[in-house]
Nanobody
Framework: QVQLVESGGGLVQAGGSLRLSCAASGRTLSNYFMAWFRQAPGKEREFVAAISRSGGSTYYSDSVKGRFTISRDNAKNTVYLQMNNLKPEDTAVYYC?????????????????????WGQGTQVTVSS
């Protein structure tokens, strides 16, 4: 079993940038297909980005494509989410998630129920 801890959230003005980190422990990060989700108050958990085990395939929601970049450093057991040109609608708790079973061959990677392990979340607040 892998444990996940997010960090890097905070308060930023619209147009600014943040870099989130997800540190894994207990198991080798390369065993897992990884993703970021976010959840705003009163909303369902929303897919943000995902990355395959080697980093060769990445996936983004339409709302963040071109602004956010997901990456991973398996040697450091860490996944990152670089967030640029932040907007107030990006305000949410951001969660790191890991899947035992998803692969680059999977038909969909966007459903929260497909992921097996979750971090505690980190708050991102974007002011206007």
């Amino acid at each position: 079993q892998v444990q996940l801890v997010e960090s890097g959230g905070g308060l930023v003005q619209a147009g600014g940038s943040l870099r989130l980190s997800c540190a894994a422990s207990g198991r080798t990060l390369s065993n897992y297909f990884m993703a970021w989700f976010r959840q705003a108050p009163g909303k369902e958990r929303e897919f943000v980005a995902a990355i395959s085990r080697s980093g060769g395939s990445t996936y983004y929601s339409d709302s963040v494509k071109g602004r956010f970049t997901i990456s991973r450093d398996n040697a450091k057991n860490t996944v990152y989410l670089q967030m640029n040109n932040l907007k107030p609608e990006d305000t949410a708790v951001y969660y790191c998630a890991a899947s035992d079973t998803l692969t680059y061959r999977s038909r969909t990677v966007y459903r929260a129920g497909l992921y097996d392990y979750w971090g505690q979340g980190t708050q991102v607040t974007v002011s206007s």
